[in-house]
């Protein structure tokens, strides 16, 4: 049986200790309201800290793509909210992309209502629950979590209606936050 080697786990003999760059002395790993971080072993004398988890924004690899707004290369990148691809240039290029390009699934082709310029498809949240969004994002912020109709309301004449399910019924109503009034069944 072999011993263990104490030095190993002392402050002396650890390969990761570091010295404060103002005052000389050790750091130390604290904890705060918003995580890990190093501070001087010295404070309140000394008040320098460390951020003890990686940058945000650092470079997984370069995709060989290039970015649509400037032409630079777009590289993946592992940020504060996970993966996403952005511009090699930044910050001069701020282009950020989205891993799941968002694809059109539906069956008809829904202009947007409120800018009337986009159409309407179909996305993800991060959560994988399916909401329909202006194409036109960011420039239009319009969106829906239910699957839209066609149609006009009712009550305040809203271009867009959506199919509301709730357990095995479902009901119309309109796609206006506003007015969201139930739409009943037109006689022919």
């Known amino acids: 049986m072999s011993k263990i080697n104490h030095q190993l786990f002392s402050a002396e003999g650890h390969a990761l200790e570091q010295s404060c760059p103002n005052c000389g002395h050790p750091l130390q790993m604290r904890h705060g309201k918003h995580g890990a971080f190093w501070g001087c ?15 945000s924004g650092q470079i997984i690899k370069p995709l060989g793509v290039p970015c649509p707004n400037c032409g630079d290369e777009l590289v993946l990148r592992q940020g504060r909210y996970g993966m996403f691809i952005g511009c090699s240039d930044y910050p001069d290029c701020h282009y950020i992309g989205s891993l799941d390009e968002p694809e059109d699934h539906s069956v008809e082709s829904f202009v947007c209502p409120e800018c009337h ?7 993800k949240s991060r959560y994988g629950k399916a909401f329909y969004a202006c194409d036109q994002y960011p420039k239009c912020q319009f969106s829906i979590n239910s699957e839209p109709k066609q149609g006009k309301c009712q009550e305040c004449g809203f271009e ?5 399910k709730s357990g095995d019924k479902s009901s119309v109503i309109c796609a206006s936050r506003k007015c969201q009034a139930k739409q009943l069944p037109q006689v022919k």
């Open 41 to 55: 072993s010295n404070y309140p004398s000394c008040d320098y800290i460390k951020s003890s988890h990686q940058a």
């Open 117 to 123: 310029k986009g159409h309407l498809i179909e996305r």
């Open 160 to 164: 867009l209606l959506m199919v509301k």
